[in-house]
Structure formats: C-alpha cells, structure tokens
C-alpha cells in the first residue's frame, strides 16, 4: 500500500496537533466535536497555506478529505436525524448497493432487448402513415408559448446579471450571523425565518442564517417550529437568560 | 370462420379512425355493452394474426396498425427512416416503458447520471411524454411512453414488452404502477388530419 501524505498539523482551541489524530479522537467520542470550531480550524489552516510558496496539493487534498468528515460528524451531531440509521461506513448498506446493482443490470438487459427491437426494423404504422422519425418539437407548443418561454429566459438572464453586479465576493461568517439574530431574538421575541432572509437573499446568506439558527437551536437560546413542509419557520425566545450584548446591528441583506 | 356483427363494426371504425378510439366510444356508436366491446376486441385480435395488420391498444384506447413483420414494405412505400437511438437513450427509455410514471429523479437514481439530456431527446423523438406531476415534495414530471413508443417498437401494447432475465435468473415484468394511467393523454395529444 502506498502511503498517503502526511496528515496536515492544525492548532484549535483544546488540540494542537495532526488532523487525521483529530478525526480520530472525534470518532473514538474522545473529544467532543461540538467544542471543536471547525470554522477556526479551517481559518488558521488556510492562513498557514497561503503564508507557503508553493500548494502543497497533496496535503490539502488530505485536509479536505479529513476536514469534510469532521464537518459531517458535526452535522450529524447537530442534527441527529442527519445520523444514518444503518452502522455501515458511507450511509448505504450491501443489500442496498446489491439491489441498486440488479437494477441497473436490469435496466441495461432491457435497454438492450428494446435496442434488438428496434434494429430488426418490426415497427407498426398507423393509418396516417406512422410516427415522425426525425427529431420534432415536444407536443403542445405554439408560438405563444414560445415567446413566453424566450420572455422569461431573458429575464433570467437579467436578474443573473444584476445579481452578479450586486453581490460581488460577499461573504457571511456564521458567528457573526447567530450574533445578529440572537440580537434580533431579544428584542423581538417571535421572528420568522422569512423576516431573516429579506426580499432578495443570495444563497450564501440564506445557508448561513440557517446554520445560524440550527446553533442557536442546539444553545438552547431559540424554539424553532414549522407548522408544514415548506412552510414559514417561526423563532421564539427560549429562555430571557440572555441579552444582546456587543453584537452589531443587523445588517440589510 | 364468421365473425361477429360487433366485431365487424369495430372494424370498419378503427379503419376510418385518424386516433385511437376508446372502449366506451366504441360500444356507445356499436350499441352494444363495454363487455360485448371487449369479446369483439378479442375476437378481432384473433382474427388479424394471420393478416397484415394488429389491434393495438395502450390501456383502454384501441387503433388498427400495421403487422411488424410487414415493416419493410411499407416503410420502403411511406419512405421512412430507421430510427435510431443511442444507447443511453435507450436505458432511460427502458426505466419510463418498464416502470411508467416514472420520474427524472428515478431514471438517475437507477442509471447514476443526470439524464436531462436523453429524457429531451426521447421527448423531442415523442417516445416518450410529460403524465403530469407526482403529489410529492417538488411535485417532480412524470413521464410515460406514447403511441409512438409502441409503434416504433413494434409493440401491440406495454404487456408485449420484453421479459428479461435478472442476474439472478429470474424473469422481471415491467413494474408498472398504474397501467389505466397510460391512455388519456396519449389521445388527446393526437392531433387530427385536416380535412
């Protein structure tokens, strides 16, 4: 077996040491990955790799591979429903994979006797002279609907452009958000996750307000409910143990 | 052998049908119950094995059509083309025929790549055409084969599809959910000649 590249050196609050032995004390529930801020993690290892001259590739890719694991511990450890209900390593068990196996196999076989099929040329024709043969629109298009179609790619296109104008590199920390709506939460009381995102959020902004609320869920500063799938999230208050101190003011998203 | 009065009358409406007619059409203009359609249905389905023409239906719509093994000549008479299809076309076709509905999402979960492009072309060659939407989350397009589908290949109905063997040695019939769900779009989405 070859071995792999040396395990990137990272250096959080309570661990100073190789990522891989990280991971491992984490998986051994030996460290608490919740105490572990991944978002530090990455920083400080990112700053290190700048400061070098040349990418060392082959311990980022390391890195990457090692940290994206401890980000899904972490998910998981958030939300247990993430956690998947069968022991096995990547979430899909052997049957699962067998049976997925047989299915393509005999999707392959099936595609395989229609081909045969279709190359014996035994078709049928109806009265008016068979199905078209070449390559023709889907059914009821009409010119309408057409131009309605080509109206709403242009726009598209506009808001895609102006979207990019707007928004160049932004960038959200999720600190900085949960600071902001624990902050909103205190004067508040009740918010809607519809009154966090605005009128127009990007994605960025709407992942790391949900994060946001997922941390402040699990500290136990927030109630969250939703009445329906897809319906509007509602944030209470939990508990009045907390006021907003040095947090900045929201800002407009 | 003397075939029935009903069995006559179907034939000379599916003759002059431009689109497939239904059961219930057929036994409203024959005046005769939907259960006498069917014995007449069957005894023409007999009758036209050993002619060039078959009975083909998609759930409760019948058409008269030509004998695959006549193929040949009346492709070279109407002057068509072989079609053609690739072969990855040809496995997401072979998910909707066997498992219709059925949706995008299902296609890639068997194959394991996105198929934005075969379930376009085999719309665009009218295999295959939009059912309307699961009542799921994302209410996700359901898609089913057409008339075209069963012509192209031959087929007098989805029951003719071919049974194939599992790694495991058994034979799979198609999966489909709901065979009634086959027929009503198909008819309407056959447009009538002019005149």
């Not at chain 2, 194939?164 to 086959?182: F, K, N, S, Y």
């Amino acid at each position: 077996m070859i071995t792999g590249p040396q395990a990137p050196h990272v250096a959080v609050e309570g661990f100073d040491g190789p990522l891989d032995l990280l991971l491992e004390l984490v998986e051994e529930k030996r460290i608490d990955i919740l105490t572990v801020r991944l978002g530090d993690l990455a920083d400080e290892y990112l700053a290190r790799v700048r400061a070098l001259d040349a990418l060392p590739a082959a311990e980022v890719a390391e890195f990457l591979a090692l940290a994206s694991r401890l980000v899904l511990l972490k998910a998981r450890s958030l939300l247990p429903s993430l956690a998947p209900d069968i022991p096995e390593e990547e979430g899909e068990s052997e049957e699962d994979l067998r049976a997925r196996i047989i299915e393509y196999a005999t999707t392959r076989e099936r595609a395989a006797a229609l081909g045969d099929k279709l190359r014996t040329g035994s078709r049928a024709f109806h009265r008016e002279g068979g199905a078209a043969l070449s390559d023709l629109p889907p059914r009821g298009g009409d010119s309408g609907a057409l131009a309605a179609a080509w109206a709403k790619v242009l726009a598209l296109a506009a808001r895609q452009h102006e979207e990019d104008l707007v928004a160049p590199g932004e960038r959200y920390s999720v600190e900085q958000r949960t600071g902001e709506i624990e902050a909103l939460v205190a004067l508040h009381d009740t918010l809607t996750f519809g009154t966090l995102l605005g009128d127009r959020p990007t994605l960025g902004f709407a992942i790391v307000t949900f994060i946001a609320l997922l941390d402040l869920y699990r500290r136990l500063v927030i109630e969250i409910a939703q009445d329906e799938l897809f319906g509007e999230i509602t944030i209470t208050r939990k508990t009045a143990r907390m006021t907003a101190v040095d947090v900045p003011a929201p800002e407009p998203a | 052998m003397t075939r029935s009065a009903n069995a006559i009358a179907i034939e000379a409406i599916l003759f002059v049908a431009e689109k497939p007619v239904s059961r219930a059409e057929l036994a409203k203009i024959a005046g005769a119950s939907p259960r006498a359609i069917e014995a007449a249905l069957i005894e023409l389905e007999a009758h036209y094995e050993e002619t060039g023409l078959r009975l083909q239906h998609e759930g409760d719509d019948w058409q008269i059509v030509t004998a695959p093994e006549t193929a040949r000549f009346v492709a070279a008479y109407l002057g068509a083309d072989r079609l053609r299809v690739s072969s990855a076309s040809l496995e997401t076709l072979a998910v909707i025929a066997y498992r219709q509905p059925a949706t995008r999402a299902e296609v890639e979960a068997i194959r394991g790549v996105n198929c934005d492009q075969t379930i376009y072309t085999l719309m665009s060659r009218r295999l295959i055409e939009e059912r309307g939407r699961r009542e799921t989350p994302g209410r996700p397009i359901e898609y089913g084969t057409t008339w075209e589908f069963l012509e192209c290949f031959g087929l007098t109905s989805l029951e003719g599809l071919p049974q194939v063997i599992t790694p495991e040695g058994q034979v799979r019939l198609p999966e489909l959910d709901r065979p009634e769900a086959t027929s009503r779009r198909s008819r309407e989405g056959r447009e009538r000649a002019p005149g």
